[in-house]
């Protein structure tokens, strides 16, 4: 790695250290991987971009089921009801 005078491992490392304390703040980063010096690091940092996507995928399919279950729950006698 070429040394460049605006790089600083020290940061880049507590960008990411900070971010593995505390896992929610990934969601208001803007920061984007080509932002980092450090290959190590800019491939970490786009694991946990790509790893907080998929959990707020997954959240928003647990919310949306959640709800069709209340929905059914609602329902006189529930889904079971319908069928007869």
């Known amino acids: 790695m070429e ?4 790089f ?4 880049e ?3 990411i250290g ?3 304390l505390d896992g ?3 969601k208001g980063c803007t920061l984007q991987p080509e932002h980092f010096y450090s290959t190590k690091l ?3 940092y786009n694991l946990m971009q790509q790893l907080a ?3 707020n995928q997954m959240m928003l399919y647990l919310l949306r089921r959640k709800r069709v279950q209340i929905i059914f729950q609602k329902l006189e006698g ?3 009801a319908l069928s007869s």
């Open 13 to 15: 490392q507590a960008v």
């Open 3 to 6: 040394r460049n005078p605006y």
């Open 24 to 26: 929610e703040l990934i």
């Open 18 to 20: 900070t971010l593995f």
């Open 42 to 44: 800019r491939n970490i």
């Open 53 to 55: 996507e998929k959990a």
């Open 8 to 11: 600083h491992i020290e940061v």
């Open 78 to 80: 529930g889904i079971f």
